[in-house]
């Protein structure tokens, strides 16, 4: 009972934090000459895969390392796809009713792209001499790649998000972004113990509650976030968001975990990342050619059952 009662205030807690993340950090970013595509798919990530950082951390400073093993391979696994798929699939569920421009140019959408050649790198490690590590270093220097060309942009954006937002300079701003901050933290610090509590009364292997419930809990500050700029009828935002979480995802922790050790080749590892380059290839080529595409982000739901299916078949 009491677990459930942490899980329940954890997610509130996320949810809570998000929202006051997301009224701050756009409009302080912006003041300072940020444009929505460097806000979106750069920055706001870094703060909302916060909760997957801290769990990876917990997991090495806490647990044993057989257990630290299985969380983190885990989460490195579960977390990128569910972003792309479940994340994708809530966020067109809440964007039913919006209206969105169709002249918008979502520039984010090449991030599906890197996303399916990170997944790539990370398949040919299983193939050559000291994989782990080559593929750990290509990981690095794709999202290096990747995020420099993101965070370009021209004068002209620059002034034009700046006259939009006005002058937010107040202190406070920054104090709701640091609060938030720090509610987050502590939210994922009890989401991860009440996940763990809750698998062990159920009898769930900490693998599988690692692939499948800590994810489906953390892509909540992103996925917030996504529907609350979206719902504003901001897609760069909220678009750039999703798929730069995800993006972090597929690189930077799994680079880390191959580095130190923490991240092994399996058959399942082969299917679910066969299955990532499969969603993301389809999410890149209905954003290149067509214009109503965020209905079609439902059918994320369609590539979170098969990804079920083999999580639970293999491992």
């Known amino acids: 009972m009491l677990e459930a009662i942490y899980l329940i ?25 940020f444009s929505m595509r460097t806000i979106g798919s750069v920055i706001a990530p870094l703060f909302t895969s916060a909760p997957e950082l801290i769990i990876i951390l917990i997991s090495l400073f806490i647990l044993s390392k057989n257990l630290s093993k299985e969380v983190i391979s885990g989460v490195v696994l579960g977390e990128p796809f569910t972003v792309l798929s479940m994340g994708f699939f809530l966020f067109s569920i809440a964007m039913i009713n919006v209206r969105t421009r169709e ?16 997944s790539i ?9 000291y994989g782990n590590y080559v593929s750990a270093i290509f990981l690095i220097l794709i999202y290096a790649f990747a995020t420099a060309k993101n965070s370009k942009r021209t004068d002209k954006n620059i002034k034009e998000d700046v006259k939009e937002v006005g002058e937010y ?39 599988y509650a690692s692939l499948i419930l800590i994810p489906i809990g953390t892509i ?6 996504s529907i609350f700029w979206g719902r504003k009828g901001k897609l760069e935002l909220a678009l750039g968001n999703l798929g730069g979480e995800s993006f972090i995802f597929i690189t930077i922790y799994p680079a880390l975990a191959l580095l130190t050790g923490f991240f092994y080749y ?8 066969i299955t990532i380059i499969a969603n993301a290839i389809f999410f890149y080529l209905i954003t290149r050619f067509f214009k109503n595409y965020v209905r079609i982000f439902s059918s994320g739901l369609l590539f979170y059952i098969v990804y079920i299916f083999f999580s639970l078949i293999t491992k």
């Not at 997610?11 to 998000?18: A, E, K, P, R």
């Not at 909540?220 to 976030?225: A, I």
């Open 9 to 33: 205030a954890s997610l509130i807690g996320i949810m809570v934090s998000s929202y006051v993340f997301t009224e701050n950090i756009e409009n302080v970013l912006k003041s300072r000459g």
């Open 103 to 118: 002249d918008e140019t979502i520039e984010s959408k090449v991030l599906f792209l890197y996303i399916a050649i990170s």
């Open 121 to 129: 790198t990370i398949l040919l490690g299983m193939l050559i001499p």
């Open 169 to 207: 300079n107040h202190p406070f701003r920054v104090l709701f972004i640091a609060l938030s901050a720090i509610l987050l933290t502590a939210s994922s610090y009890f989401l991860l113990r009440s996940i763990e509590e809750i698998s062990k009364q159920l009898m769930i292997p900490t693998f």
């Open 220 to 225: 909540l500050p992103e996925l917030m976030n």
């Open 266 to 273: 399996s058959f399942g590892t082969y299917i679910l990342t």
